[in-house]
């Protein structure tokens, strides 16, 4: 299957929303399964995951009910209170749902830079290994040396990175810092990465597929095509780019790979590492 491994879904209400600000005119309106099924049918792609955007368990439980009433949500990353003591009670009620495959934590919105090594935060993400759901890293380029620190603490668990972990993409210098730290990270063996959320990054007022590029062959020698996914991050995407164009882009700067390499990161990884 062809699997878009990263978008999301919401009925907009700047109470519900409030990290969407003036930047965010475009987006400020629902985003729900009846618009995008058509855009995935027309790129040929059989599914997708759909992952938090709002830190409640009332969202992840919409979610979870979105995707039995649509068979092309194949997953759900939702959002669990991983600081809480309880946090088990939470687990316990959503991980007997089929469609939940993981969770997120919006890391780099925290005003503390360190909260991601934050003790009581751990201790609740411990306990995700338990029930069998990956974790998905949402950080800026500044966050990843705690997020190698973070990594390293939890061996047994999986990860997934997700926008390749937000670098500075500028027309005028490549983000040295992040490509040597974002090498450093896929060294362990239970972190993937998506290739997503990337045009949102760009600091200049146009991008193209060569801007991008740098990045992209980075992101392939860190991690290999065995733990790459595609996500559109939509409709977040649109912010700076359609979705059949951010697809297309995705496709082209992996196109030299073998067909199965292509495949692989096109779904067969987000069907294995999220056990879709």
């Given at each position: 299957?062809?699997?878009?491994s990263?978008q ?25 399964p ?53 946090v ?58 705690q ?86 991050d939509?409709?977040?995407c ?39």
């Amino acid at each position: 299957m062809k699997i878009d491994s990263h978008q999301h879904f919401w009925n907009y209400s700047q109470e519900a929303y409030p990290w969407m600000t003036e930047a965010h005119e475009a987006i400020k309106r629902a985003f729900l399964p009846r618009d995008l099924e058509p855009i995935l049918k027309r790129n040929q792609i059989d599914g997708c995951i759909a992952v938090q955007a709002q830190q409640t368990l009332e969202e992840t439980e919409w979610l979870l009910t979105l995707a039995e009433k649509n068979p092309f949500l194949k997953g759900v990353v939702g959002w669990f209170p991983f600081r809480d003591a309880n946090v088990s009670e939470s687990l316990d009620q959503f991980a007997i749902h089929p469609a939940l495959v993981g969770a997120r934590h919006v890391v780099h919105d925290e005003p503390d830079d360190d909260f991601i090594l934050g003790k009581e935060f751990n201790q609740g993400i411990g306990k995700l290994a338990n029930y069998d759901l990956v974790y998905d890293i949402l950080i800026f380029e500044k966050h990843l040396p705690q997020s190698i620190e973070f990594v390293a603490r939890h061996p047994h668990q999986q990860f997934v990175i997700d926008h390749i972990a937000k670098p500075r993409i500028d027309s005028r210098a490549f983000d040295e810092s992040w490509r040597k730290n974002i090498i450093e990270l896929a060294g362990r063996d239970n972190v993937a990465c998506k290739l997503s959320g990337m045009a949102t990054e760009v600091r200049v007022p146009e991008w193209n597929a060569d801007l991008l590029e740098s990045y992209f062959q980075t992101a392939l020698e860190a991690f290999g095509p065995e733990r790459l996914l595609f996500g559109s991050d939509w409709p977040v995407c649109l912010l700076r780019t359609g979705y059949d164009r951010w697809f297309n882009t995705v496709k082209t700067a992996i196109g030299e790979l073998s067909a199965s390499e292509q495949s692989a990161i096109l779904g067969g990884n987000a069907e294995r590492i999220y056990q879709l």
